[in-house]
């Protein structure tokens, strides 16, 4: 993909997210927030620790690691939406903190000086990047050696589920089925394809590890209100609005499958968290010099 297409590709995926920038988050489904944290906790933030959250949105990941690394550590923010990057802002002014500072850029091509962080998260971002290697290359240069990175990615999602977002299929142009954000093939679709990016990319011990978040929906209108808050919104967009109430009839049809023991419908989805390690240089192999 030539830089420009690239460019323009990453500014409409900005743009839909400052679109969804006053909902994202904040519509009572806990879902990106206990994402981030088990991202957080399996990276090990630690106080003192200066921290690059990149694709930071409404600070899901943020809050939790500004928590962890204390007020002797620093987390930046990053973001291309600068409508997430201004309603992230209100909040850390509300909170009163001083350890965090956003700013907007583009995660594909961070201008940050090298070797400036302990540690980078990327909580569900890497799969929006149109050039994900070379992402990963730049996120490895910005760490100091020892430093570590940690993104979350999606797996998969129980057949429910699959069911429920094929309502969107007919409607989606072939940008939205992009197979990278779905998982079902190319690097995002296995714990391998992630972790041979991250090697590709210069990283080293790569690990891997899961957590099944559920999702829990009072109605199929709860489900409506909350894909529409979110990076789904592409979605509800591309269904032209005399099909929506359909697509919505036929959502409530597939969301029986996933109905539980209280009556509500809860659907689960596999979420991967990959970590790396940029190499700490060897050091050169001592010189014997023999006395003169
Ligand atoms: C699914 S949201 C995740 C936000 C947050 N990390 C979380 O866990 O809730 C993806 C975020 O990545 C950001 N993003 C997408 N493409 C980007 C790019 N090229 N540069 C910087 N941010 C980008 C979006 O604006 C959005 O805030």
């Known amino acids: 993909m030539d830089p420009a297409e690239a460019a323009q ?6 743009a839909v997210f400052d679109r969804v920038a006053d909902t994202y988050d904040a ?8 994402i981030a944290q088990h991202l957080v906790a399996e990276v090990a933030a630690a106080p003192g620790e200066r921290v690059l959250d990149i694709g930071t949105g409404r ?27 201004a309603a992230t802002r209100r909040e850390v002014a509300e909170r009163g903190m001083t350890t965090v500072d956003l ?8 201008d940050l000086p090298e070797a400036s962080f302990d540690l980078a998260v990327a ?8 050039d994900p290697p070379a992402a990963l290359r730049a996120w490895l240069r910005l760490l100091v050696p020892g430093g570590r990175l940690g993104i979350s990615t999606f797996g998969s999602r129980d057949a429910a589920w699959e069911q429920l977002d094929d309502v969107f299929t007919p409607f989606l142009p072939p940008q939205l089925l992009d ?21 590709a990319a210069g990283f080293s011990d790569i690990r891997t590890t899961h957590l099944e978040q559920t999702v829990t929906f009072a109605d ?18 591309a269904v032209p609005q005399e099909h ?18 209280a009556g509500a419908f809860t659907l689960a989805q596999d979420v991967r968290l990959t970590v790396g390690f940029r190499r700490v240089q060897q050091c050169p192999a001592p010189q014997h010099l023999e006395p003169d």
């Open 27 to 34: 519509v009572g489904i806990p879902w990106f927030g206990p």
């Open 179 to 199: 197979a990278r954000t779905s998982g079902t093939r190319g690097p995002f679709a296995s714990d391998t394809g992630v972790e041979e990016l991250l090697g």
């Open 9 to 14: 590709r990453s500014a409409r995926v900005a």
């Open 59 to 85: 600070g899901a990941a943020l809050w939790p690691l500004a928590q962890a690394v204390g007020a002797s550590g620093h987390v930046t923010g990053l973001d291309l939406a600068t409508g997430m990057i």
């Open 123 to 130: 909580a569900l971002v890497l799969f929006f990047l149109p």
């Open 244 to 261: 929506r109430g359909a697509v919505l009839a036929a959502a409530a049809e597939r969301l029986e499958a996933a109905r539980d023991g």
């Open 220 to 237: 199929p209108e709860h489900w409506r209100t909350w894909s529409w808050s979110h990076g789904q919104r592409t979605h509800w967009e």
């Open 103 to 110: 700013v907007v850029a583009d995660a594909g091509a961070p």
